[in-house]
């Protein structure tokens, strides 16, 4: 993680967010009920949804760095690895 936040984020590892990220969410008629839901609810409208996979694929490597420098550039932070335990 640290090397690429050094040298930014790998443009396939974009691209992989960017196309497998959706199903995940819609895997049965209950996600997408709630999903809907919540989207109508937050005033998004109840099909905003459909709209969510343009708006991944928009995303560009230069929009992750001015987002990550705005919250986390020069502000105290913590590491934390999650491994598990040497035998």
Same mark, same amino acid.
Do not use: M
């Given at each position: ?5 050094? #040298?930014?984020? !790998? ?12 199903? =995940?969410?819609?895997?049965? +008629? ?16 109840? #099909?905003?949804? !459909? ?12 929009? =992750?760095?001015?987002?990550? +420098? ?18």
């Amino acid at each position: 993680f640290f090397f690429q936040a050094e #040298d930014g984020i !790998r443009d396939y590892k974009v691209t992989g967010v960017q196309t497998c990220a959706l199903p =995940i969410w819609w895997q049965d +008629n209950g996600e997408l009920t709630l999903i809907a839901g919540l989207d109508e609810l937050y005033g998004l409208g109840y #099909d905003y949804y !459909r709209g969510s996979a343009q708006r991944y694929r928009s995303v560009t490597n230069d929009d =992750i760095k001015r987002v990550a +420098n705005a919250y986390f550039a020069g502000k105290p932070h913590a590491v934390v690895i999650v491994k598990p335990q040497e035998k």
